[in-house]
Nanobody, 122 residues
Framework: QVQLVESGGGLVQVGGSLRLSCAAS????????MGWFRQAPGKEREFVAA????????YYADSVKGRFTISRDNAKNTVYLQMNSLKPEDTAVYYC???????????????WGRGTQVTVSS
């Protein structure tokens, strides 16, 4: 099992930026992909971005392409989500997750953090 802890959420105005961090510990070597998901009130949890732990390969939801960037620091076992040009519809709880296969489906992620709240005010 991989333990994940998110940080960096907060309140930001429209057009602002935030950087989320996800620190991983435990059996990180078993994870192929680290992903970010988000869940707004009354909505299902949705895919945001993912990155392979090793080698190249990043994936983004259409709604965040060009605004969000996922990156990783393998030495620190940390994954980041840089969020720019934030919109009110980006307001959600953001979760970090780990999967042993390369996928964007939330059902294939078996380790999850507790989430961090991002609120974009207009």
């Amino acid at each position: 099992q991989v333990q994940l802890v998110e940080s960096g959420g907060g309140l930001v105005q429209v057009g602002g930026s935030l950087r989320l961090s996800c620190a991983a510990s435990g059996r990180t070597f078993s994870s192929v992909v680290m992903g970010w998901f988000r869940q707004a009130p009354g909505k299902e949890r949705e895919f945001v971005a993912a990155s392979r732990w090793r080698g190249s390969g990043t994936y983004y939801a259409d709604s965040v392409k060009g605004r969000f960037t996922i990156s990783r620091d393998n030495a620190k076992n940390t994954v980041y989500l840089q969020m720019n040009s934030l919109k009110p519809e980006d307001t959600a709880v953001y979760y970090c997750a780990a999967s042993s296969i390369a996928t964007t489906s939330r059902y294939e992620y078996d380790s999850w953090g507790r989430g961090t709240q991002v609120t974009v005010s207009s």
